[in-house]
């Protein structure tokens, strides 16, 4: 059993903590960036290489495989040492990224980026688990600026940071870029972390975990490529939701008998636990759809520079920062926290509803506020949904908590981005940038019936955030199974 001076070494406290975190933000900061830097290279990507009809697998591939492996990598950290399944999880990304950059063809560079997806998806939610090891939730307020930090940085950093990889270097640089951040997170975790696990006497869930990516694989596919390579009435894309349906309703059946399920299902007793999925749920649909079409908003209709499309969503992401500073230190120094749902609740849908009346005549300053309002409202929300979730669930299956939000909200963001695409191509209707002003007129307009829709979303928000229970947060040191530290 892990004796009192055990857990209070496993517990280091403000600066200590604060150190350690640089390095765990590191990790989750390289699959946030990624994307991002690798889509604005793309083009130079398929001048070198060729396969223009296999471009989309490159996104296809990292992200299927992030989704895939999200809740197992949670999974296995509570089956054994965090430490060592979040180290790997960046080894893993990190020698993806090496033979993405050395890639010789398309094809072998899907089949790389499918490798890179895979350590991609063990680094947010191992992060999340770290951070729920090492921090109460009561006191994971005071820690909570750093990884909005993380998160803006990502956001913002990676069109920058691509936008000089593909003007000033060779593409392959989207990927060795990763490398020296990479390792300085590796070494610093390595010498910097200690957690109190062990690994513990278990069985592996390997037929849940089958039918789980079996079906997470098929819906996200289906979300991918529907309104896109196929109408989605077509068979393709019917039999790919068909799949999806049936594969997880064998993973519930099977769950329910595992002696330990990669995903508990007793977690979902909890309504908290339940609510926390859903806002996560929610979060992706409005982040995602904020992170794409307002830079294209902007760009295309308001005819701002895309050299700088990072800066564009600095009017949304300065409130998502100053937000997650208030909630943290109000929830710290409190323990109250059911408030910010529903206030964030207001602002993603007033700030939603602005956005849906964008028209060719809007400005740059009416923008900058409804994304202001948007922002606000995600600082208000982002990050508690995994606080709450956590809080939820005895510290056991606190890997299992965080990789199945952190599934809820790629989930969130992979169908809100496909239906979104759907509208925006229907308002278009054809038309080309070179029809002028018409195309200019359906591009505003299916922004704005894009936003309708995350209005309609965020109103659920905040209907459902009534409903969270304001049960008190752990406090003091996190308490773990029997272990001792690593």
């Known amino acids: 059993m892990t004796t009192a001076a055990e857990t209070q070494a496993s517990a280091p406290a403000g600066r200590s903590i604060r150190m350690i975190l640089v390095g765990v933000l590191m990790a989750m900061l390289l699959a946030m960036l990624d994307n991002a830097i690798v889509g604005t290279a793309m083009p130079t990507i398929v001048g070198d290489l060729g396969g223009l009809d296999h471009m989309a697998w490159v996104v296809t591939a990292y992200t299927l495989m992030t989704a895939i492996s ?45 490798l890179q997806g895979l350590g991609a998806g063990g680094l947010a939610v191992g992060a999340f688990s770290i951070i729920g090891a090492l921090v109460s939730p009561r006191e994971r307020g005071r820690y909570q600026g750093m ?56 069985r592996i869930d390997y037929a849940g975990i089958a039918a789980l990516t079996t079906g997470i694989g098929a819906l996200t596919l289906a979300a991918t490529w529907g309104g896109v390579q196929y109408a989605w009435t077509s068979a393709p894309i ?32 909890s309504a908290n636990f339940t609510l926390a999925s859903a806002l996560s749920l929610v979060t992706g649909v409005v982040m995602f759809a904020g992170v794409l079409y307002l830079p294209l908003f902007q760009q295309t209709v308001q005819g701002v520079s895309a050299s700088s499309s990072g800066l564009l969503l600095l009017p949304m992401m300065i409130p998502v920062l ?15 926290y059911k408030i910010f749902p529903i206030l964030g609740g207001i602002a993603l849908t007033a700030g939603a509803a602005w ?50 939000v952190t599934l809820f909200r790629t989930i969130g963001g992979s169908v809100g981005v496909a239906a979104f695409g759907a509208l925006f191509t229907r308002s278009l209707d054809g038309r080309t940038p070179e029809t002028g002003h018409a195309y200019l007129d359906a591009a505003a307009h299916g922004i704005g019936q894009i936003f309708l829709a995350v209005a309609a979303v965020s109103a659920v928000w905040f209907a459902l955030s009534w ?20």
Not at 240 to 264: G, K, Y
Request: charged residues 10%; glycine residues 10%.
């Open 70 to 114: 999200t809740p197992v990598w949670g999974k296995l950290g509570d089956l054994f040492s965090r430490k060592t399944v979040f180290l790997t999880s960046i080894a893993v990304f990190l020698a993806g990224s090496l033979l993405a950059g050395a890639a010789w063809s398309m094809p072998a560079l899907i089949a790389f980026r499918a």
């Open 355 to 404: 956005l849906a009346t964008v028209d060719t005549g809007t400005g740059h300053l009416a923008t900058a506020a409804a994304m202001a309002l948007l922002g606000t409202g995600l600082g208000l929300t982002m990050q508690l949904t995994t606080t709450i979730a956590q809080n939820s669930v005895d510290m056991s299956h606190i890997g299992a908590a965080s990789g199945a």
């Open 147 to 202: 990884t909005a930090v993380a998160m803006a940085i990502g956001t913002i950093g990676g069109p920058l940071v691509g936008g000089v990889v593909a003007d000033a270097l060779n593409w392959r640089w989207a990927f060795y870029i990763n490398i020296p951040l990479g390792l300085l997170s590796f070494a610093w975790c390595a010498l910097t972390l200690h957690l109190p696990a062990t690994r513990r006497a278990a």
């Open 238 to 269: 019917l039999g790919l939701t068909a799949l999806a349906a049936a594969a997880l309703a064998v993973f519930v059946a099977i769950e329910r008998r595992a002696s330990d399920p990669v995903i508990p299902l007793h977690m979902f007793a």
């Open 322 to 336: 100053l937000m997650a500073q208030v909630v943290g230190r109000v929830m710290s120094n409190t323990g109250r």
């Open 467 to 486: 409903l969270i229970k304001e049960l008190p947060l752990r406090s003091g040191p996190p308490k773990s199974e029997p272990a001792k530290s690593q």
